[in-house]
């Protein structure tokens, strides 16, 4: 059983960096993909970021050159560094990863941008 855990959302000015942690436990394990989605409110969830456990990454289009994926397989935690934050990018965000062709989510971090 993969168990994943978010910090670090919070509240936030227009154009400040966040970053976020997921942390997975619960066993001795190798994870597959990891990633990060966001949903707003009356939106659908989305994908931000996702990371390869070859380091391949993607982004979605609205988040290229602020956003950055990033994991410590060691730890099996992925990061998302968050800079020049816009009110748009208000939203809970979610990591999730994959393992033994299961995906796993976390519970969600809120993240609030102010104008």
């Known amino acids: 059983q993969v168990q994943l855990t978010e910090s670090g959302g919070g509240l936030v000015q227009a154009g400040g960096p966040l970053r976020l942690a997921c942390a997975a436990s619960?066993?001795?394990?190798?994870?597959?993909?990891m990633g990060w989605y966001r949903q707003a409110p009356g939106k659908r969830r989305e994908s931000v970021a996702e990371?390869?456990?070859?380091?391949?990454?993607n982004y979605a289009d609205s988040v290229k050159g602020r956003f950055t994926i990033s994991r410590d397989n060691a730890k099996n935690t992925v990061y998302l560094q968050m800079n020049s934050l816009k009110p748009e990018d208000t939203a809970v965000y979610y990591c999730?990863?994959?393992?033994?062709?299961?995906?796993?989510w976390g519970q969600g971090t809120q993240v609030t941008v102010s104008s």
């Open positions: 999730n990863a994959d393992y033994r062709s299961r995906t796993y």
């Open positions: 619960g066993n001795r394990f190798k994870l597959n993909a």
């Open positions: 990371i390869t456990s070859g380091d391949t990454i």
